[in-house]
């Protein structure tokens, strides 16, 4: 305790850049790498301050991590950067007798957190044939190096080029009241008074689903399961289904105009998006913005075309494999979030980024950096724990910091409060 109060007292007579790297560094030797629950994993440490262009403190930031979450960071600068002021619904053309609908990966469309849908507006009340067409999408259902045994999991829908209701069915169970939504799929029921908690799950490559509970049990249950999306027809179907109405299908797409109808206001889906960490919505992101590019929905396609666009100047070129860090695949660099945070911070304003990064207290970080003026995207998989955002000093000073931590095996609870007491530190002390 004594050599930590020495430590801090250097941090906070040290007037200099200098003072405080070294007040930094010792601090998190002594205190973070080499103890528990840090020293046996692969850590990667970043903190800047833009003001002064000056770095407070790099340990390992110039290696490669699996980034979790954080790669949603990514995916909100192609969000923030590509897609305007509201998301695309749809593409339309209409002529005399007929309205022809492209989807565009907007995954708003009767999804329960939104009430504004413009886009089932117009299929209702238009008095003409809706064709659906179908639209060029280069992606898979699922991203790659995404967990197969996932499909049932909530966190990880399917993605599609026209998603309907989040692309999970919503089942609800309390005593013998049981529903589904959406209505048309099947709920297989059955009681086993063994059970010490419900089971709510999908066959692996059917659209059939189960709910097991034990009927002593009667506190009421809500779950969400990914249904599978299947091709253009079982789009079409769910469509008819929904709308009550027959829906064509236009193989060749009318040569007229295409219009696009716009959608919900686009923070309203960062948000959520950031606080709740929600992989569906960061990964028709990049979708979205594929298509209002090019019309065509390929998420590589938007990724490379940031990487050597608007992010080629990042000091390490990353290996970016989707949109919500799901993927194994994914390689980032702390000082790459750095960079990126730091543009963000330059290009959009500080009051929007603030309100879409979950901050100390809200979202993510609920439990943690009560005292702190946190703004920083959380990540979590299996022996990975992230933490990229920007951090208030008591001084005022605005840092811009990552710390990423790879193959820990301890709780992901311990690293996160390791991390917090890293950033606790250095927020007061300056």
Not at 272 to 278: A, C, G, L, N, T
Not at 341 to 348: G, V, W
Not at 363 to 368: C, D, H, W
Request: glycine share 6%; aromatic share 12%.
């Amino acid at each position: 305790m004594k050599k930590l109060l020495v430590v801090i007292i250097s941090i906070i007579t040290g007037g200099s850049v200098t003072a405080q790297v070294a007040a930094i560094k010792k601090w998190a030797e002594a205190e973070l790498l080499h103890k528990i629950p840090m020293e046996q994993a692969h850590v990667g440490i970043c903190i800047y301050e833009p003001a002064t262009g000056k770095y407070w403190y790099q340990y390992q930031d110039n290696k490669f991590f699996t980034p979790a979450s954080n790669t949603k960071i990514f995916s909100l600068y192609a969000g923030l950067k590509l897609l305007g002021d509201s998301l695309p619904a749809a593409r339309y053309y209409e002529n005399d007798t007929a309205l022809f609908v492209k989807g565009m990966g907007d995954p708003s469309f009767l999804h329960p957190d939104y009430h504004y849908q413009p886009l089932l507006q117009l299929l209702l009340q238009t008095t003409k044939k809706i064709y659906l067409v179908p639209g060029v999408n280069a992606n898979q259902r699922f991203g790659p190096g995404w967990g197969w045994g996932d499909y049932a999991d909530d966190y990880q829908p399917e993605l599609n080029e026209w998603p309907m209701y989040g692309n999970v069915v919503r089942i609800r169970h309390q005593g013998n009241n049981n529903s589904i939504v959406p209505a048309f799929y099947d709920l297989d029921i059955a009681e086993d008074d063994t059970l010490s908690e419900t089971i709510t799950s999908r066959d692996e490559r059917n659209n059939l689903f189960y709910l097991k509970y034990n009927p002593k049990d009667k506190a009421l249950e809500n779950a969400e399961v990914p249904f599978i999306t299947g091709s253009v027809q079982e789009l079409r179907q769910r469509l008819e289904d929904t709308l009550h109405k027959r829906i064509g299908l236009a193989v060749i797409p009318p040569a007229g105009n295409f219009k696009i109808l716009k959608s919900i206001p686009a923070d309203s889906l960062f948000i959520p998006m950031m606080e709740r960490s929600d992989n569906f919505f960061a990964e028709q992101t990049l979708m979205m913005a594929a298509s209002a590019l090019w019309d065509t929905i390929s998420s590589t396609r938007t990724i490379k075309y940031l990487l050597t666009g608007n992010l080629k100047n990042l000091p390490h070129p990353p290996q970016w494999e989707d949109g919500s860090g799901l993927s194994r695949y994914n390689l980032f660099t702390p000082r790459d979030f750095v960079t990126l945070l730091t543009l963000m911070r330059e290009q959009f304003p500080k009051e929007r980024l603030w309100q879409i990064f979950p901050t100390g207290g809200r979202g993510t970080l609920k439990n943690y950096y009560q005292q702190q003026k946190v703004h920083a995207k959380t990540g979590t998989l299996n022996g990975v724990v992230a933490l990229s955002g920007y951090l208030e000093t008591k001084k005022k000073r605005t840092l811009v910091f990552s710390v990423l931590v790879n193959n820990h095996h301890e709780s992901a609870t311990s690293v996160r409060r390791a991390v917090e007491r890293l950033l606790t530190m250095v927020s007061t002390a300056y």
